[in-house]
């Protein structure tokens, strides 16, 4: 059996939807979230491999945890994320359950309803955003918005990529019992082009994605760390730009990422966003109303 490095697609950071420890953060945070990101990468490359059995994936990961709880020393990417956490003081627990979502991958092809998405979000997407907060010292309080941002997040690329998904990997994260009220089934996401029914179930689901970005709009004001904060607005800025996208078009036969141009753009305009946030946060914290 092939080992873990082996296993790795090629994707780096850079080549992700959504900026990974971009200038933005710190410099003195950026080797532990990449560090986890080189992990998670690996094991996320692992449960989407074209020719490893259900069971070689599996162990593999199992291979992966080994190494992270200091079990063994097989895998770099393992050891080096294991010493970033020592050197911070931080649980594993993140990372384990990114194992967790990836082992679903593997194993659990179709999600019930909405309910059954979110519960596997809880272990895809939500440690990634709480990992950071867990880097950068802020309160665990802001783990609400946080998730709900983290979910609107990965079922924008499960909405981008569900075509893909389900044409490669036999995997559909669109709710079953959404397509079952529209009359559209499985197999029209093998098709070039969406049929109506399904227009109509992937429009549906970028709207609820939107209503999560509502509850995260107060995510980055809300964060301690300046830096950390705008890289969130601009997160923030992207995924409501790419909900509204998925909300009109169909991810099918149409464009549903964004350019160049746009990623700039956007970004742009998150800083902007994010910047004034942050200032009218100051404002209001210098001028509270004073006891009588």
């Known amino acids: 059996m092939i080992t873990p490095a082996e296993a790795r697609s090629g994707k780096g950071h850079r080549d992700e939807n959504f900026p990974v420890a971009s200038w933005l953060v710190h410099p003195r945070h950026r080797a532990p979230i990449l560090a ?6 690996t094991a996320d490359d692992i449960a989407d491999h074209a020719t490893l059995a259900p069971q070689e994936k599996l162990a593999l990961m199992a291979r992966l945890e080994a190494t992270l709880l200091g079990n063994s020393d097989d895998d770099p990417v393992g050891v080096a994320l294991r010493a970033q956490l020592a050197a911070r003081q931080l649980s594993p627990r993140h990372a384990q359950d990114l194992l967790t979502a990836f082992r679903m991958d593997v194993t659990k092809l179709r999600y019930r309803d909405w309910e059954d998405l979110i ?27 946080n998730d709900a941002l983290c979910a609107a997040l990965q079922i924008i690329n499960h909405l981008q990529d569900c075509g893909k998904d389900y044409r490669d990997l036999d995997r559909v994260y669109i709710p079953l019992d959404v397509l079952a009220e529209t009359g ?41 760390d300046a830096r950390l904060a705008l890289e969130v607005a601009v997160i923030q800025t992207f995924a409501e730009r790419l909900a509204g996208v998925l909300s009109r078009r169909d991810p099918l036969s149409e464009r549903v990422h964004l350019g160049k141009a746009g990623v700039v753009g956007f970004g742009l305009l998150g800083l902007l966003w994010g910047a004034t946030r942050r200032a009218g946060r100051r404002f209001a914290a210098g001028h509270k109303p004073q006891d009588a």
Do not use: N, Q
């Open 119 to 145: 519960g596997y979000c809880t272990y895809s997407a939500m440690p990634v955003g709480r990992f950071v907060l867990d880097v950068h010292g802020e309160s665990r309080a802001l783990w609400g918005a």
């Open 36 to 41: 986890f990101y080189e992990f998670v990468r």
């Open 184 to 224: 559209a089934s499985v197999e029209d996401l093998g098709a070039d082009r969406a049929s109506a029914p399904l227009i109509a179930v992937i429009h549906k689901l970028a709207r609820r994605t939107g209503d999560l970005l509502g509850v995260s709009r107060a995510f980055a004001p809300s964060i301690d």
